[in-house]
């Protein structure tokens, strides 16, 4: 909000006289101009007048409670941030006010720190959704980039991935599509399938690496009635499903050998038979494989099948992975957002510079798929509104990036027990570094100071000394 500390009106609505008393003259030494009310009657009547910036409002009130006021001006309040006042903050009311639209919750009694930190931040976050959306409106909206986040990009790379599937879409070549989990590769298949001749023709997904190999070959191929327990019909494989279209073939690497010969039998003929079955079917598919597996090594190690490999790497496509294309996280991210704030109907929802800065600073080991995750998380933790980076979780390094922990004892594996005292000393430590300042230490933490407050509840932490 772009008013000065001297201007801002707060409006306080208690029937409790000591509460309401005591939360006016805790904000008035503050600096902030303070309304008061009674019940919900008197809160309605100040907020409509449109002189308020920011409501503390109670949830139980007489003549009209804290609920039935958000309801009242849920539409008319994208620029007033309201804290609930409730009893309980677990309690149905306080999650219905959450849903409702309200900023955050204060729990009786109160901390006054707390409040303070409470009321300071809606209110700093309200002056940064007005600073982002005057950076939206200078910028525009364009329509000139491509629909899927995961192949939204300018970086070299990127352009690149995008040159070649311009240039191989129109033939029939098989593509081999490799990068990392979480680049993009079912999309770059998508692509490919929707820029050719066959895109009115069927794209058929399958993923190599979630069934048996019993199950594939049945699936890739069908079976015919009885050819074994449970096989009470016959049934079309995703070969004759793709006919005169497009195969995708997607963990390709995860193949077993006995598995790669039959693929590649029907590479080299176009013909196959179903799993039971003496007939002979012919297939016109055009096939396209990924995989996040290094075949090279996987060849040396006589996994993979060297002239299956040959068979597929007529065109490769490699997908840089998110940190290789940092000057695109920006972008993507910015993306996502806007499409959450369109499913979900959150006008207000944004990233501050600071959260699009944090999201940069990243190592993102899951890429894409992991940024989409830790958005629409941070989205619904900041309940529409703009993003900061106390709503963002940081990223863990995956298991085989970190050094190999400990022999545990039979007795010590009970990985919440562990994981809890962890939590614990890491808080406490924390909140000694700060020397018991909760602002500060929630800060150090990356959490909020309302998640602090109940960490230290659960733990049960005090200042030694």
Known sequence: MSQSLHHTVILVADDDRTIRGNLAMLLSAEGYKVREAENGRQAADALSQGEVHLALLDLKMPEMGG?????????????????????????????????????????KPFDLD???FTVRRALTQQSLIAQVRAMEL?????????????????????????????RVAATDEPVLILGESGTGKELVAS????????CDRPFIKVNCAALSTTLLESELFGHERGAFTGAVAQRIGRFEQAHTGTLFLDEVGDMD????????????TGRFERVGGSATVATDVRILAATNRDLDALIADEKFREDLWYRLNVVTITLPPLRARRDDIALIAERVVARLAEKY???????????????????????????????????????????????????????AARSEPPALSAGSLQ???????????????ALAQAKWNRTQAARLLGISRRQLFDKIRQYELQPSG
């Open 114 to 116: 707390e409040v303070l």
């Open 415 to 429: 990985l919440k027990s562990i994981l809890a005292d962890t939590e614990r000393r890491v808080i406490a430590q």
């Open 138 to 166: 200078a910028r525009g909206q364009r329509d000139d980039e491509p629909i899927d986040d995961e192949l939204l990009g300018r970086t070299p790379a990127m352009l690149e991935v995008f040159k070649t599937i311009g």
């Open 191 to 198: 692509a490919l399938h929707a820029n050719s001749p066959r």
């Open 257 to 268: 050998l006995d598995m790669q010969a039959k693929l590649l039998r029907v590479l080299q």
């Open 345 to 399: 109907r959150w006008p207000r929802l944004a990233l501050s510079r600071e959260a699009v800065e944090w999201l940069v600073a990243q190592p993102w080991h899951g890429n894409v798929r992991e940024l989409q995750n830790v958005l629409a998380r941070a989205a619904a933790l900041a309940r529409g509104r703009l993003i900061l980076p106390a709503d963002l979780t940081p990223v863990p390094a995956p298991a």
């Open 67 to 107: 609920l039935d006021v958000l309801r009242q001006f849920g539409d008319e309040l994208e620029e007033t941030p309201v804290i609930v006042i409730t009893a309980f903050g677990g309690s149905q009311a306080a999650i219905e006010a959450m849903k409702l639209g309200a900023f955050d919750y204060i729990t």
